[in-house]
């Protein structure tokens, strides 16, 4: 899959932030590819960058209308369709991130034939994968895990990419959701993989390397979220992780979409350390990225103090402070 | 989804009785449905019905080839496409549980369209689900779990709506597996649902019902498997289960597929309580069921001994000795 660059982000009415955090993603990780953004009455997101109409995204060279938004069950709103044939007629392609197929939308495939148009869908594979075989593989692996979904494992991930390679480690960011392949070019989407082949999938998207390559892989949901728990548990076996990163959000009351209670970092660490050890049983915990946007600075560091000293790990916000104390413990725990 | 009756049942060149053991599951439960099977030079797999060729099932009445072939992976092999072609040509639908769709074989496809016949992939389901909620639901819910993938999970379940019924109880069997909804003539393949909602389709298969009612929920794979443990685990959200019983096969030595050592019962029986209490608080086991069929009854009775004993629980092999201490255990841990 290669999608055409550079993006118009479009956001349509989103009623939060965090049902847009496909697009925020992208435009954190690939600014350059955002011209603008395209929004509907109600709006509530906003990526900070100039909103255009078709005929202006198109005079400024966008290539794709980029669909980044993934709402729950990630179903296409009837009022969208109209707006999304609009951008096929004006000239461009449409990339989704969307559990419904852009071609499964009657309206949609035939303008994108009747305009020449693709249509990607980004959570889609028509990769066929094996059953995942658990079979211990060369190479490292970390994976970040979560006391809930959208708490910044991704964020990790990428960020980690950076600072490791700014000190002359070989690792690579592996995406499994749909914003990670948006902003890689190429991953699975591990949400929309046939329940069957979760772990199979993971096997296949960090196959076996050199002894001293970081294979990155982005996480999905939590253990303790009860609508994903088995993507996560699948993730984990697959990834075969031998490092993994707890990443927490410390605002949130009940998890994402449910009313249940988020578990502690704790819970978290036991839990991954005692399902993920069926696959590598050196597996352990490397550090905790927290998500510290909704305080202030002060907060933030004394929160990031009582974590790292109550767990024994490094605790950061990746964002905003770096992930330079979580590249450290990882070059001690895993000497090359 | 319908699919015409009585079957010929195709089991291909399958190596060993296990991998038959979709056909097995249906003629051992709708055996006034089965006339007959067709087997291809080194099939391994018998189910003790006729061999009949196409011309014979036609003439017998036969309305569908059923591929009753549960390989890893769900493969359809090349060199039954022309023979799944004769079929068609023959005047049969055809109904496969493989993970491969029927239609996507150019061959097939275009054979059912020239002859004006059906094709049935009972594994793939065009319902679309919501992401699972893990809200309380009302009715009563028991789960079959296990220490490993075909150990006798769905036999159990159906000798338990069997048992239960006959005793006056309100239950009904629920089908996750191709086998199952071959038998059911409705369910959800549960392996085969897009992961993001697997727990959302348990969900949805066993919606809320009288205060009384039994669903009883066919259980998947195995917390303790690496290829399969995350559709367990979001089986076991989804279900919401009461109760559960642990299904266990003795003579097993690795899980199915992969180099992986068997969980021990109380393993399972632990974890299951661990993971299941998400959704479930009260969630508890009602007994062991086990495959005793590679033993004699004497070994069989002192094992199902053993075990009871060991556990606390009522222990029986389902088909060989029935289920009459596990109704018993479940009228008197739920009183109506």
Redo the contacts between chains.
């Keep these: 899959m290669q999608i055409a660059t550079p993006y118009l982000m479009f956001l349509g009415d989103v009623p939060d932030r965090l049902a847009a955090k496909t697009a925020y993603g992208i435009a954190d990780w690939r600014p350059e590819w955002c011209i603008g953004q395209m929004r509907l009455p109600g709006c509530a997101a906003d990526l900070g960058i100039p909103d255009l109409t078709l005929p202006e995204a198109v005079a400024q060279g966008c290539k794709s209308l980029v669909i980044g938004v993934a709402n ?3 179903v296409l709103p009837e009022h969208w369709v109209a707006e999304i044939v609009g951008a096929l007629e004006a000239g461009l392609d449409v990339a989704s991130g969307l ?1 419904t197929r852009l071609a499964s939308v009657p309206a949609i495939a035939e303008a994108a034939e009747r305009h020449g148009r693709r249509l990607h869908d980004v959570r889609h594979s028509d990769e066929t994968f ?6 211990e593989r060369a190479g490292l692996r970390l994976l970040t895990v979560g006391t809930d979904c959208s708490v910044g494992k991704k964020y990790t991930v990428l960020a980690l990419e950076k600072g490791m390679r700014a000190r002359g480690l070989d690792a690579d960011f592996k995406a499994t959701g749909q914003t990670g392949v948006f902003i890689s070019g190429r991953g699975v989407a ?7 082949f ?3 999938a993971v096997e296949w998207i960090s196959p076996a390397a050199d002894a001293n390559h970081w294979d990155l892989i982005e996480g999905q949901g939590s253990l ?1 979220h ?10 984990l ?1 697959g990834a075969q992780a031998d490092a993994f990163v707890v990443c927490h959000e410390p605002t949130r009351s009940t998890m994402r ?4 209670p988020l578990p502690s970092i704790q819970d978290v660490i036991d839990l991954t350390v005692q ?1 993920g050890r ?2 590598n049983p050196a597996i352990r915990p490397v550090g905790i990225a927290v998500n510290t946007q909704a305080l202030d600075e002060a907060e933030a560091r004394a929160l990031l103090g009582r974590l790292a000293a109550e767990h024994g790990l490094p605790a950061t916000d990746p964002v905003r402070f770096g992930v330079e104390e979580l590249v450290d413990r990882i070059v001690a725990d895993f000497p090359a």
């Design positions: 729950a069950g990630g559990h094996p059953t995942g075989k658990g079979r591990i949400d929309a993989v046939v329940a069957d979760i772990s199979g303790y009860p609508s994903f728990a088995g993507v996560s548990l699948g993730l076996h979409g449910v009313a249940h399902l069926l696959t």
